[in-house]
C-alpha cells in the first residue's frame, strides 16, 4: 500500500525531475548554451591568462580576475600555471627540433592531434624544465597546497556541478568539456597550427594561421602571427584579421581589470634615408621576419616568376616545394632536397646572387650582436652590395629597407 500522505510519491517525482533536468531544468537549448559558456570560459582563461599573461607577460590581469582565472582552468583542466607557462614557453625555446614538447614536424601530426594531452603530461614529469622555464608563476599558498598539489580535484568537482545543474546529462556534459582543452588547444592549435594554413611571416618555425578570423579557439587560430611577435597581447596583425581575445582585453582594461603590457610594434617607411641608421637596424631586429618575408614576396619571388617564364618546362622539373623552400633557405628541406635546391639555384647565377644577399641578410639579422656598430655597419655593407648589384629589385629593397622604423605602438598602455 502507497503511504497515505503521498510523500514518498513526491519524493520519487522529485528525484526524476532532478534526475533528468537537474537543479536547473534545463531543455536542450538551455544545456548547450550553458555549455557553450563554459567551454568558452575556459578558453579564454587559457589564451588570455595561461598564454598571453602567464607565459609572455604581454598583458596583467586585477588580482580578483586573475584568480578567477586561475581557478577555473582548475576546475574544467586540472592543469597547473607554472606547468603550462613551462611547457609553452620551452616549445618556444626549441620550437621544431627534438627537445619542442609537441612538434608535427618531429612527433608527426597525428601523435600531436590526437594524443596531444599525452604529451603535455609527458612534458610536465621533467621537473629541471618546469623550474627553468615556470619561473614568475603563482606561488602562493592556495596554488602550492590545492591547484597544485590536488589538481585533479578540480574536474571532480566540475563533475559534481554539471551533475548538480543538470542531473544525469550533465556527465555528458563534463566529458565533452574534458576533451575540449585537449582537442582544440592540445591538438588543433598545437598539431595544425605547425602544420597547415597561411603564413604572413617567414618565421623559423613552421608556425601557420589557420583562419585570420579567431573566433572559436580564442584568437590562437593566429598561430603564425603570435610566434611572429611572441610577447605580443594582440595576435591579429593584418586589417582583415580578428582576435577575439584581443577584443575582451580591450574591454576588460576599459572596465580597469586589464593593463597592455606589449603589442607587436608596427612598421614605417622614411624616405630618402642614404644609409641605414640606428632606427633602421633596431626596426629590422623587431620586424625580422617582416623583413624575410618582404624579400621573398618582393624579391624572389618575381625572380622565380621571370626563370618560370625564360626557362619554361625546365622549371616545371624542379618540384614546387623545393622553389618554394627559397622562402626559408632551404631550412625545411631533407639533405636531398637541400642539395638539389642548391645545386638549381647554382645553375641561374642571377638568382644565386638574390639567394647569397637572402642568406647573408637572414645571418645579420639572427646573430643579434652586442655590438650595434659592428651590426650597424655590417647593414649598411650589405645596402651597398645590394645596390651596386644591377638587379632592380634587389636594389628597390634595399631603398625601401634603409627607412626602416618603428612606428609608435598602439593598443599598449606600457
Not at 619542442?100 to 601530426?109: A, F, M, R, T, W
Not at 603589442?263 to 624575410?292: K, Y
Not at 647573408?360 to 645596390?387: I, K, V
Request: proline share 4%.
Amino acid at each position: 500500500m502507497g503511504h497515505p500522505s503521498g510523500v514518498p510519491t513526491r519524493m520519487s517525482s522529485a528525484f526524476y525531475d532532478w534526475l533528468t533536468g537537474g537543479l536547473t531544468g534545463f531543455g536542450w537549448v538551455g544545456i548547450l548554451v550553458t555549455f557553450l559558456v563554459f567551454v568558452q570560459l575556459t578558453i579564454f582563461s587559457v589564451t588570455l591568462y595561461l598564454h598571453r599573461s602567464q607565459a609572455h607577460r604581454a598583458v596583467d590581469f586585477h588580482p580578483a580576475l586573475a584568480h578567477f582565472f586561475r581557478f577555473w582552468t582548475w576546475l574544467t583542466t586540472s592543469m597547473i600555471t607554472k606547468e603550462w607557462a613551462a611547457i609553452h614557453r620551452k616549445h618556444h625555446a626549441k620550437c621544431e627540433t627534438e627537445e619542442d614538447p609537441h612538434s608535427p614536424h618531429v612527433l608527426g601530426i597525428k601523435r600531436v592531434f590526437w594524443r596531444g594531452a599525452e604529451l603535455y603530461r609527458d612534458a610536465r614529469a621533467s621537473r629541471e624544465d618546469m623550474e627553468k622555464y615556470g619561473k614568475g608563476c603563482p606561488d602562493d599558498w592556495i596554488e602550492r597546497n590545492l591547484y597544485a598539489k590536488h589538481a585533479n580535484w578540480g574536474p571532480t568537482l566540475m563533475l559534481l556541478i554539471d551533475v548538480a545543474l543538470f542531473g544525469v546529462v550533465g556527465v555528458a556534459v563534463w566529458a565533452v568539456q574534458m576533451i575540449w582543452i585537449p582537442f582544440w588547444a592540445a591538438g588543433v592549435v598545437n598539431g595544425l597550427g605547425h602544420w597547415w594554413g597561411y603564413r604572413n611571416f617567414e618565421t623559423a618555425d613552421k608556425a601557420t594561421n589557420l583562419t585570420p578570423w579567431g573566433f572559436w579557439i580564442g584568437g590562437e587560430e593566429l598561430h603564425n602571427n603570435h610566434h611572429t611577435f611572441p610577447s605580443s597581447a594582440k595576435f591579429a596583425l593584418r586589417k582583415w584579421e580578428f582576435d577575439i581575445g584581443w577584443v575582451v582585453i580591450q574591454g576588460l582594461e576599459k572596465l580597469g581589470l586589464a593593463k597592455v603590457l606589449r603589442v607587436a610594434p608596427s612598421i614605417d617607411v622614411r624616405p630618402n634615408i642614404a644609409m641605414p641608421d640606428a632606427e633602421t637596424l633596431r626596426a629590422l631586429l623587431s620586424h625580422r621576419f617582416q623583413a624575410m618575408t618582404d624579400y621573398y614576396r618582393t624579391v624572389l619571388k618575381p625572380a622565380l616568376r621571370e626563370e618560370a617564364r625564360d626557362a619554361g618546362d625546365s622549371l616545371k622539373s624542379v618540384p614546387r616545394r623545393i622553389r618554394r623552400a627559397l622562402a626559408s633557405d632551404g631550412r625545411w628541406l631533407d639533405a636531398a632536397g637541400r642539395e638539389r635546391l642548391q645545386a638549381w639555384v647554382q645553375t641561374r647565377p642571377r638568382l644565386a646572387v638574390l639567394v647569397e644577399h637572402r642568406a647573408r641578410l637572414a645571418a645579420l639579422l639572427e646573430a643579434r650582436q652586442h655590438d650595434a656598430t659592428a651590426s650597424l655597419q655590417a647593414l649598411q655593407e650589405w645596402c651597398r652590395e645590394a645596390e651596386a648589384s644591377g638587379i632592380r629589385a634587389l636594389q628597390e629593397f634595399s631603398e625601401r629597407l634603409k627607412g626602416y622604423t618603428l612606428a609608435p605602438a598602439r593598443g599598449a598602455t606600457a
